[in-house]
């Protein structure tokens, strides 16, 4: 029995008295259909409708509805008591579900104005960009997060889609969105029928076919095959905001956002703007500047600070090496606190040329941290120090022969590991 789509003829309907016509079991979730259906299944890049159905005075929430031979299975969550064990598609003659028991569909609407602003939001941008530039529109994508589309110039005089030409299209989007044009779904039995719609994009299915279009016939704003839900008009839309371009595949991937949403992420961006701003003393319109001038000054900096590093580690590596030349001790321990775990990297380079047979370790207590290092034909390899010393008090790291690094949970590890180094290689060396 096919299901009745209330939605295809109601994107409004919030809530529906309906019958159970089939339950069934998909691993612990039961699966429902029902004669008639508000919810929207998932397909046409769009997620399902989600909501609550009501029947014999307790509430059930439908977590996901999914679509499979003209049924529409409506998944609910967590119900796994008094449900049997039955094989695919079987009938199940449970506590709380029979077949023709009457139920309360109530559609969770703010997810589902969510989709539908969101969805048209789409529509009008793959018209506006097949009509300005014949992109087309091959790849959508709704995410959590963002939108995506990806569009095709291959039968355009455009090999890439740029920022400008994006923000062109972006206006002539929102405009089509303030013109508050009506958004008709038409349905259509066959291919002959829904091809005398002006469509941007060439018709795939053979029969049941639905076709969305923004604005009249004559000249549509959109016109497309899609099985989703939409707004009754384009100014429910509301607004649409493209973020980011990328090449991908040869094509131009489009990241927007419409509807509430995209006033969500324009707030977000604004607020975050406007305490950059105060916080640089610049107004809106000079902002860009004074950002660049503090890059810059920055920049200035972190030459001077380079410059500074590269001074001290000659000098500590100098240091290290006529305190090398005097001690005969075989494995020397150098606390340098004041260096974090990257300059003591970059002294290590060095270090290695002058250990001849030694062992070096270079610690610094505020981090945590040893650097382990020796020459190429020392007989000790540094990364099986760390391996069969420092992992079992806790440390991170490894290395290979010459040099190798390791980070404690605390110093009190730290200081147990150069204690086992000393006592395990102080004789082998």
Request: net charge negative; charged share 30%.
């Amino acid at each position: 029995m096919k299901t009745i789509r209330v939605y295809k003829e109601d994107v409004y309907k919030k809530d529906l008295v309906s019958h159970i016509s089939g339950v069934f079991r998909d691993q612990e979730n039961i699966l429902l259909t029902f004669k008639e259906t508000i919810f929207f299944p998932t397909g046409g890049g769009q997620s399902s409708d989600v909501g609550i159905i009501s029947i014999n005075d307790k509430k059930y929430k439908i977590i996901d509805v999914s679509e499979h031979d003209d049924e529409i299975y409506h998944k609910i969550e967590n119900v796994k008591d008094n449900v049997p064990q039955a094989s695919d598609n079987a009938y199940i003659d449970s506590f709380d579900f029979k077949i023709g028991d009457a139920v309360l569909q109530e559609i969770n609407w703010a997810h589902r104005f969510d989709n539908m602003q969101r969805h048209c939001g789409e529509h009008i941008l793959s018209g506006i960009l097949y009509k300005m530039y014949k992109g087309i529109n091959r790849g959508f994508h709704m995410g959590d997060d963002y939108m995506t589309i990806d569009i095709s110039l291959e039968n355009s005089q455009y090999n890439r889609i740029n920022w400008s030409m994006a923000e062109a299209a972006e206006l002539e989007t929102n405009s089509v969105i303030w013109q508050n044009l009506p958004v008709i779904s038409t349905h259509y039995d066959s291919k002959e029928e829904a091809s005398k719609e002006p469509l941007r994009k060439e018709l795939k299915l053979e029969s049941d076919i639905t076709i969305v279009r923004i604005g009249s016939f004559d000249n549509p704003s959109d016109a497309v095959a899609c099985c989703g839900t939409h707004p009754a008009f384009s100014g429910q839309v509301g607004m649409l905001k493209i973020y980011k371009l990328e090449q991908n595949k040869g094509m131009t991937r489009i990241y927007f956002e419409a509807g509430e949403r995209a006033l969500k992420k324009y707030q977000s961006q604004y607020n975050a703007m406007t305490e950059i701003s105060n916080k640089l003393s610049a107004g809106q319109e000079d902002l860009l500047e004074k950002f660049e001038s503090m890059e810059a000054k920055n920049q200035e900096i972190r030459n001077r600070l380079f410059l500074l590093e590269k001074s001290v580690i000659a000098s500590k590596t100098e240091n290290i090496k006529e305190r090398l030349e005097k001690s005969a001790s075989q494995i020397h321990i150098e606390t340098l606190d004041g260096l974090n775990p990257k300059l003591l990297q970059a002294m290590s380079k060095d270090l290695i040329k002058i250990a001849d047979s030694k062992l070096i370790i270079l610690v610094n207590h505020d981090a945590k941290f040893a650097l382990i290092i020796t020459s190429k034909d020392s007989s000790i390899n540094c990364g099986d120090i760390v391996k069969n010393l420092a992992l079992n008090l806790g440390g991170k790291g490894g290395g290979n022969k010459i040099s190798a690094q390791v980070t404690f949970g605390n110093i009190k590890d730290l200081k147990e590991f150069i204690k086992s180094v000393k006592e395990s290689y102080n004789d082998i060396l």
